[in-house]
């Protein structure tokens, strides 16, 4: 017995009403132009298949993380801008399941395409409540899943809708199948040697990763402000840097458990130091061993870049996940952006998960000559850790092979 995930190709849509949860969390400049469209446009193929079967198509998807209704979180840019990549008129609700919604879903026409409000200014959507998914659910025929980015969560329009589905009815979308097909490859047969680059900002989110992640890879690089917990756990004085005190054991664990397996385990020999958070800090290159007190480590330096280039040099996959430093700051985006650069030039398979690293690798414009952009980082992060996303669970059955 063998389980797959119900793909969309397995469904019979003909003439349906069908549902399509999406990620449509996209960035957007303080005048609410969206900056970058990747997650809109890696919806497309499902929803053209779902067109060419003569559908009528409802999407739903959150932005931000709306406190209450807020013009600032609609996704009406959303919707102008998908209308205009398929060259065709997308119909906008004025909410999620309100009057609005239901009169537009009710009347929708085969090949119509209908934008659901946001669905976090429903409160219910992040409980998982079952109401709310009822209600959705009472709108279409069929279920499809194509949004990535939040199936770790179990939220109602990716966990509680699919109970008003049977297996015939619910279904993963193409981006959703190929992302979680990638991630499995990936971690279980890589090519060697097999490079994880992990960065951001805490070793809490990423600790069970890290601890997954030490006894498949080969070699493990570790920078942003994580690495200052580490090097701490070597007994370097970090100065200001960011520290997670509760977690210096840890962090000695997974060196100690990297060095009985043989990983090779890189750290930061050099950081750019300021003594505060901003553009306009002073800030210096120093020796990790030289950090000033009361100075802060805010990227890795020239020297930690150099290391980490020549730890590529024989990979033959490379997966990154977290900046190596503040990247939003130009002045402290200099460490990522080399690595971005010096990982799309391997000839390595190159695997970036999601979130701030790919944002880093549409800044360098390196975005095209990577292997594979995942379009959600908490999600990717899990399928790494070996959890069984709440959003996909749903949509698995088991085979007869």
Known sequence: MNDKIISIKDLDLSNKKVFIRCDFNVPQDEFLNITDDRRIRSVIPTLRYCLDNNCSVILASHLGRPKEINSKYSLEPVAKRL????????????DVIGQDAKNKANNLKPTEILLLENLRFEKGETKND???????????????NDAFGVCHRGHASVEAITHFFDIEHRAA????????????????????????????SK???KLQALTNL????????????????????????????LLEEDLIEEA???LTRGKELGVKIYLPVDVGVALSCTQDAIMKYVPIQEIPSGWMGLDIGPASVRLFKEAFADAQTIWWNGPMG?????????????????????????????????DVVARSG????????????????????????????????KVNE
């Open 366 to 397: 390196d975005t095209d000559e990577f292997t594979f952009i995942s379009t959600g980082g908490g999600a990717s992060l899990e399928l790494i850790e070996g959890k069984e996303l709440p959003g996909v669970k749903p949509l698995r059955i």
């Open 83 to 94: 209308s205009r990549l398929l060259n065709k008129e997308v119909l906008m609700a004025k």
């Open 173 to 200: 979308g193409f981006l959703l199948l190929k992302e979680i097909e990638f991630s499995h490859n990936l971690i279980k047969h890589p090519a060697r040697p097999f490079v994880a680059v992990v960065g951001g």
């Open 252 to 254: 000695k664990n997974i």
């Open 326 to 358: 503040v990247f939003e700051l130009d002045k402290f985006s200099k460490g990522s952006i080399k690595m971005s650069h010096y990982i799309s030039e391997t000839y390595a398979t190159t695997v970036v998960g999601g979130g701030d690293t790919a």
């Open 130 to 144: 079952e109401h709310l998914a009822k209600e959705l659910a009472s709108m279409v025929d069929v279920y499809i």
């Open 203 to 205: 070793v809490s989110g």
């Open 214 to 241: 030490i006894s498949k890879v080969d070699k493990l690089i570790i920078g942003g402000g994580m690495a200052f917990t580490f090097l701490k756990a070597k007994g370097v004085d970090i100065g200001n840097s």
